[in-house]
């Protein structure tokens, strides 16, 4: 009879102390889990100049840039998929000039590679690269005949081949012995020039159009690019970005270059400050100039291309 008394009252009083343990204490909040990372980043950059009777003289200038970096990253134990989408967008206003342009890019890039032995950084992979531009581009103070426009140029590289990721080094190196580059120029009256590389326009001998200039120029060749990011002090980080590409079929051993070195600077979470140089030669692009000052550019070659930039700005990351 006593135990069985203590049977219940000992029941009771397991039930009674669940009882009065809160809800939210016997549930197990877990985060779910994922193999996708995702950065949202929006940067405005601001430069100013501003002169009121100064006697060493100077224009009042003012540019902004825009720049959106979409990331979305997947990884597990063999597999690796990166994607990032770049837009950015810059203008320039000088006292009595007329605005210009400064900065302007659509890129899409992404990355899928596997690899078999889990202790190895070497992946068999395959790269996806796109860009073009927003708005037509000029060659100053000449504004009355675009150089270039939306989807002339536009650029697409795919290709296959191996790349070297190490996530401690923050360093990716990316061979490819096969790689599709291919040159888009949509607009007909650049296309008609030869611009970019594709093939011009045949003309008679008076000067009529008889075959107008192809809007494609398909090349295949070897693609490397490699990727470091590094803090070189405290609150400073470093992105160093090189692509070297040579074509098979035409000049093989003269390489296209893109060098982009920039420095970020961060004062606090929202307010950055950014340095940085980017390098482009493309033996397709040929330099143009206004040789006879009569508004017409006359195509010399190829040159080296290179852009500065020194600014401050802010961040939204969402």
């Known amino acids: 009879m006593r135990f069985k008394l203590f049977l219940?009252?000992?029941?009771?009083?397991?039930?009674?102390?669940?009882?009065?343990?809160?809800?939210?204490?016997?549930?197990?909040?877990?985060?779910?889990?994922?193999?996708?990372?995702k950065t949202n980043n929006f940067r405005l950059i601001f430069t100013q100049n501003s002169f009121v009777n100064w006697s060493a003289g100077g224009n009042n200038s003012i540019s902004g840039i825009a720049k959106i970096n979409l990331k979305r990253n997947y990884k597990n134990n063999h597999t690796v998929w990166q994607s990032d989408l770049k837009?950015?967008?810059?203008?320039?206003?000088?006292?009595?000039?007329?605005?210009?342009?400064?900065?302007?890019?659509?890129?899409?890039?992404?990355?899928?590679?596997?690899?078999?032995?889990?202790n190895s950084k070497w992946y068999y992979s395959a790269k996806f690269n796109f860009k073009t531009q927003f708005t037509n581009g000029y060659k100053y103070p000449n504004t009355d005949k675009p150089i270039s426009k939306f989807f002339s140029p536009a650029y697409n590289f795919l290709g296959v081949g191996s790349e070297y990721f190490s996530k401690e080094n923050s360093l990716k190196i990316y061979l490819s012995?096969?790689?599709?580059?291919?040159?888009?120029?949509?607009?007909?009256?650049?296309?008609?020039?030869?611009?970019?590389?594709?093939?011009?326009?045949?003309?008679?001998?008076?000067g009529i159009l008889v075959t107008e200039g192809e809007n494609l120029k398909v090349e295949v060749g070897t693609y490397i690019s490699s990727e470091w990011n590094t803090e070189v002090m405290e609150n400073i980080k470093m992105n160093n970005k090189l692509i070297l590409y040579s074509d098979y079929l035409n000049k093989y051993g003269n390489v296209d270059v893109n060098w982009e070195l920039n420095?970020?600077?961060?004062?606090?979470?929202?307010?950055?400050?950014?340095?940085?140089?980017?390098?482009?030669?493309?033996?397709?692009?040929?330099?143009?100039?206004?040789?006879?000052?009569?508004?017409?550019?006359?195509?010399?070659?190829?040159?080296?291309q290179l852009k500065q930039l020194l600014g401050v700005g802010l961040l939204y990351s969402f």
């Not at 009771?12 to 009882?19: E, P, R, S």
């Not at 009595?96 to 659509?106: C, G, N």
């Not at 790689?179 to 045949?202: D, H, I, S």
């Open 8 to 37: 219940i009252f000992t029941i009771l009083y397991i039930f009674n102390t669940k009882a009065a343990i809160p809800k939210d204490t016997l549930d197990i909040n877990l985060a779910p889990v994922t193999l996708w990372e």
């Open 263 to 304: 420095f970020d600077m961060t004062i606090n979470k929202h307010v950055t400050a950014n340095v940085g140089s980017h390098i482009l030669y493309d033996d397709d692009v040929k330099n143009k100039e206004d040789i006879k000052n009569d508004g017409n550019l006359v195509a010399l070659g190829p040159k080296i």
């Open 87 to 118: 837009a950015n967008y810059g203008l320039n206003k000088e006292a009595s000039r007329e605005l210009r342009k400064t900065e302007d890019l659509i890129e899409l890039n992404s990355t899928f590679g596997y690899r078999e032995c889990l």
């Open 177 to 206: 012995p096969l790689t599709n580059k291919m040159t888009f120029v949509y607009n007909q009256t650049l296309a008609n020039e030869g611009a970019f590389g594709v093939a011009p326009a045949v003309y008679d001998a008076a």
